[in-house]
């Protein structure tokens, strides 16, 4: 399990060879990248942000990844999450999963990929056409994030 806070771009295809080298009981590979967008809340952004706790917030994650270990067949996981100011469509997230079979690997990234959006501690300013501003938690990420405690 790897987390890394950093202010460079990631290689997908270079982090999942990385992270499947050597490893032959490896089934399946899911993965999720997000990626800044140019509108919030109806308003044009035009750069982002991010803010987070040197130490806190790379605990905070392996904590998450440690659950999702604890509720799937996960072999391994990686996750790499950018800081400093990001414009649209730079790639500001990346979630990767190994298991043996697609539905543990498929599980695992989204949850990690929930708790991540409402547990992680970041904080996002984005630019707008209307000044800058923070950005708020949403409540979609909640209930997303909500509906793995209702699966036990």
Not at 44 to 53: A, D, G, K, W
Request: hydrophobic residues 40%.
């Amino acid at each position: 399990m790897t987390v890394r806070i950093q202010t460079e771009d990631f290689d997908v295809g270079r982090e999942i060879a990385a992270l499947r080298k050597g490893n032959r009981s490896i089934g399946a590979v899911a993965s999720f990248v997000g990626v800044v967008r140019d509108v919030n809340e109806g308003d044009t952004v035009s750069r982002m942000t991010l803010e987070h706790y040197p130490g806190m917030t790379e605990k905070s994650i392996e904590a998450i990844v440690s659950q999702a270990r604890g509720r799937w067949n996960v072999i391994d996981a990686l996750v790499v999450h950018r800081v400093g100011t990001l414009a649209p469509t730079d790639q500001i997230v990346l979630v990767i999963v190994t298991s043996s079979h697609r539905g543990d690997a498929f599980a695992a990234c989204e949850f990690i990929m929930d708790y991540l959006k409402t547990q992680a501690p970041f904080w996002k300013n984005e630019q707008t056409s209307e000044g800058a501003r923070w950005v708020d938690a949403r409540a979609s990420d909640d209930i997303a994030a909500g509906r793995w405690r209702l699966k036990g």
